[in-house]
């Protein structure tokens, strides 16, 4: 069983950063492709980023590409989520995904377990 808790989220002003945290209980973490998905107000849960066990292969959605950046610590069962340069349409809840094998996938479908998610309000 894998245990997800986000941290970091907060409302700021267009063009500022933020750091998310998903720190993970449970076995294996290094074993576990994970990821972050948003879902914003009426819209359906989308991938934002994904990376796998070993963290040297990563995903981005093209709308983050060159402003956020997903890492992970195995040392300390922790992902992150660097977002820079944040716009109005980052406004949305964020979750962390994990799945069971130790590579990513793109795909809401692949992931078994979930956060909580934690809210991030980006304003002008």
């Known amino acids: 069983q894998v245990q997800l808790v986000e941290s970091g989220g907060g409302s700021v002003q267009a063009g500022a950063s933020l750091r998310l945290s998903c720190a993970a209980s449970g076995r294996s973490f290094s074993s576990r492709g994970m990821a972050w998905f948003r879902q914003a107000p009426g819209q359906e849960r989308a991938i934002v980023a994904a990376?796998?066990?070993?963290?040297?292969?990563?995903y981005y959605v093209d709308s983050v590409k060159g402003r956020f950046t997903i890492s992970r610590d195995n040392a300390k069962n922790t992902m992150y989520l660097q977002m820079n340069a944040l716009k109005l349409e980052d406004t949305a809840v964020y979750y962390c995904?994990?799945?069971?094998?130790?590579?990513?996938?793109?795909?809401?479908?692949?992931?078994?377990?979930w956060g909580q998610g934690t809210q991030v309000t980006v304003s002008s």
């Open positions: 995904a994990a799945r069971a094998v130790s590579g990513y996938s793109e795909r809401i479908g692949a992931y078994a377990y």
């Open positions: 990376i796998g066990g070993s963290g040297t292969s990563t």
